[in-house]
């Protein structure tokens, strides 16, 4: 065998075995919610629980600075109004960083909205938001952050969905609140919780506690160093068309083009 095909053959497996070894006893810690958060099968899979009570969440044991971050998820099926499914990745403090998926719950038949965000040094408001183009509570689904010191990529199922670039170098010296999450390291978080003051359609629908308890499934978690990514952090040209169909079709809300919450101009970095 070939030199080149057996560093892919190699390549490929260690992947292989990144997903399969992937086990939540070993990889995450139980943070609050007490038995609402159940592992199960051996550790290859991840339940949250909310009830009128409390809803829950977990943490990775490990930190990273810059990684490629996987989960897949299966989000709280039929009226999901009020509820909020997080996962995201978030370093401590006041001066945290912070790379958001938080996925807004509706009424059965309306779909989700799946919600992201950039922290750095403590300041967000970075928000964009979309529909997803499949039900998100049918199957599980593959949710990734690539993070390296030159950019972050969302995606979905392997489609990315917003690539947020470090501008420090020239944004860094005229506007003051331009931070890049570049210096913390930060844990994988998700939690299930109750936010019908604010998630479903700006808190007009509430919660409906009799369909409780509502459950959202995890599975697969993976994480490596960004650095083995280094190939697929610039993407290639049906990356970059299915990043556009993407934002054509399915993004409800970007920052960038809000000019209502920015009348004086938007941030340097839309620009």
């Known amino acids: 065998m070939d030199t080149p095909l057996l560093f892919l053959l190699l390549l490929i497996s260690s992947r292989l075995l990144l997903t399969v070894s992937a086990n939540f006893y070993n990889d995450v810690d139980i943070t609050w919610g007490n038995d609402r958060a159940k592992i199960l099968d051996n550790g290859q899979q991840l339940q949250l629980t909310l009830d009128p009570t409390s809803g829950c969440g977990f943490q990775s044991k490990e930190e990273y600075l810059f990684a490629k971050i996987d989960m897949q998820i299966k989000l709280v099926p039929g009226n999901s109004a009020g509820t909020v499914t997080a996962y995201y990745l978030s370093s401590q403090g006041p001066k945290h960083d912070e790379i958001d998926y938080e996925f807004l719950g509706n009424l059965s038949g309306d779909p989700y909205i799946m919600h992201t965000n950039v922290f750095a040094q403590g300041l967000g408001n970075r928000e964009q938001q979309f529909y997803l183009w499949f039900d998100p509570t049918l199957d599980f689904h593959t949710y990734s952050v690539l993070w390296t010191s030159n950019q972050i990529i969302f995606s ?116």
Not at 238 to 257: F, G, P, S
């Open 156 to 271: 979905v199922d392997e489609t990315p969905v917003r690539v947020f670039k470090n501008r420090e170098t020239d944004l860094g010296k005229v506007d003051s609140n331009y931070h890049y999450p570049k210096s913390q390291a930060m844990r994988v978080y998700s939690s299930l919780w109750n936010a019908d003051d604010w998630a479903t359609r700006g808190g007009l629908v509430k919660t409906d506690w009799s369909k409780a308890p509502f459950v959202a499934s995890f599975r697969n978690i993976s994480a490596a160093a960004a650095s083995n990514f280094a190939a697929e952090e610039a993407l290639d040209s049906n990356e970059e068309q299915k990043l556009q169909w993407v934002r054509n079709k399915y993004m409800i809300y970007d920052y960038c083009a809000d000019t209502k919450r920015f009348p004086q101009g938007v941030p340097l970095e839309c620009k």
